[in-house]
Structure formats: structure tokens, C-alpha cells
T-cell receptor, first 112, second 114 residues
Framework: GQNIDQPTEMTATEGAIVQINCTYQ??????LFWYQQHAGEAPTFLSY????GLEEKGRFSSFLSRSKGYSYLLLKELQMKDSASYLC?????????????FGKGTMLLVSP | EADIYQTPRYLVIGTGKKITLECSQT?????MYWYQQDPGMELHLIHY???????EKGDLSSESTVSRIRTEHFPLTLESARPSHTSQYLC?????????????FGSGTRLTVV
């Protein structure tokens, strides 16, 4: 099976930088995704890593270390609208199909 | 603008009723999925499809059934709703030939069974 761990909640202030960590255990790793989900809304795609290293996209960056089973999402210049749940998801092709397994999400609260 | 649509957005229904949650996408994606999400909990895969006439059960045991008669349509049916079915149901689709094969989610159906 798979196990994905991320912190339940984090708080930060507007303009700051926050790092949300995710650790995973999987037998057929084939990519890690980060999604943002505002309350009552659908998750939206933020980033994707399949090779080790850092992927940067504007204020958001995501890092992956496959050997450590570890990823983080870095949010810079935080804005109030960044208050949301951030979901780490892993794609596992060990069983011959390509579906995503999600962590429980990290609720980020950005305060003024 | 959403390219994947779920209806209804909210549904309150009595125990024992049969319900169908609708999901349609206009992106031509072959792969479609149904996830269940309780508040503060992770998304659990309950059904998926790799194309027309292809349906599989996911990791989470579910009393629901699905069908895939057309590429764009992937409805989920509960034959007899129970209070334990109260949850949010999210439909998603994904690319087959273009990396990173990420999901596009619908807005979800929040189901309450009373």
C-alpha cells in the first residue's frame, strides 16, 4: 500500500514564506503532485515532480527527493487568498494503472 | 471555466432512495475517476475508468456503481442511499498522452443522506 504524510495545519502571515512537507512510501513511484483546494471547491493543480530537484512556477516551488521519499511545496510572498488546503498526491504504477493517492492535506491559514 | 461538470452540486436525500451523480467532461480525456472526500480527510479513490466500457473499483470499498458508455460521461449510482454515504464526491479526468497526466477535478457533489 501507500502512506502519505503531511502536517495537518500550518499558519503564516501575509508576505511570508511557508514550506509544506510531504513524505511518502510507495512501491512504484511515478510522479508527485501538489494540489490546492479552497473550502467547498475542487482541487486545482499546482505542480508536478517526477525527477529529483526543484520546480519553480511563480510564487510556488516544489521539491522532490525520490531516495528520501520526500517533497515540499514552497509558497513565497504569501497572500490572503493562499489560505487553503494543500494536497500532496503520489502516482503509483506498480499495479499497472495510473491513479493518484492523496494525503490528508495541510490546511494553511494566512493571517494579516 | 470548468471543463468538467458535476451535478447536482448539493443533494439532500432520504434513506433508501436511488440516486445518480452526474459527471461530464468536454476535454476528450480517456481516463475518469470518482473520489470520496470527508471533511478534513484525504480523497479516496472509489471508481475509475480508462475508456468506454472500462470500469474498475478503487481502493475504498463502495456500494456505488459506475458506467462509461460515452467518453465524456461517467455517472455514479447509489441504488439505496444510507446515512453512511454522506460525503463529498469528486469526479476527475486526466490526459492520456500529455505529461504530467494530471487530474482536472469537477466542483464536486456534496451528498447528505437523512
Amino acid at each position: 500500500g501507500q502512506n502519505i504524510d503531511q502536517p495537518t495545519e500550518m499558519t503564516a502571515t501575509e508576505g511570508a514564506i511557508v514550506q509544506i512537507n510531504c513524505t511518502y512510501q510507495t512501491s512504484g513511484f511515478n510522479g508527485l503532485f501538489w494540489y490546492q483546494q479552497h473550502a467547498g471547491e475542487a482541487p486545482t493543480f499546482l505542480s508536478y515532480n517526477v525527477l529529483d530537484g526543484l520546480e519553480e512556477k511563480g510564487r510556488f516551488s516544489s521539491f522532490l527527493s525520490r531516495s528520501k521519499g520526500y517533497s515540499y511545496l514552497l509558497l513565497k510572498e504569501l497572500q490572503m487568498k493562499d489560505s487553503a488546503s494543500y494536497l500532496c498526491a503520489v502516482r503509483d504504477q506498480a499495479l499497472g494503472y495510473s491513479t493518484l493517492t492523496f494525503g490528508k492535506g495541510t490546511m494553511l491559514l494566512v493571517s494579516p | 471555466e470548468a471543463d468538467i461538470y458535476q451535478t447536482p452540486r448539493y443533494l439532500v436525500i432520504g434513506t433508501g432512495k436511488k440516486i445518480t451523480l452526474e459527471c461530464s467532461q468536454t476535454m476528450g480525456h480517456d481516463k475518469m475517476y470518482w473520489y470520496q472526500q470527508d471533511p478534513g480527510m484525504e480523497l479516496h479513490l472509489i471508481h475509475y475508468s480508462y475508456g468506454v466500457n472500462s470500469t474498475e473499483k478503487g481502493d475504498l470499498s463502495s456500494e456505488s456503481t459506475v458506467s462509461r458508455i460515452r467518453t465524456e460521461h461517467f455517472p455514479l449510482t447509489l441504488e439505496s442511499a444510507r446515512p453512511s454515504h454522506t460525503s463529498q464526491y469528486l469526479c476527475a479526468s486526466s490526459e492520456t498522452h500529455v505529461e504530467p497526466y494530471g487530474y482536472t477535478f469537477g466542483s464536486g457533489t456534496r451528498l447528505t443522506v437523512v
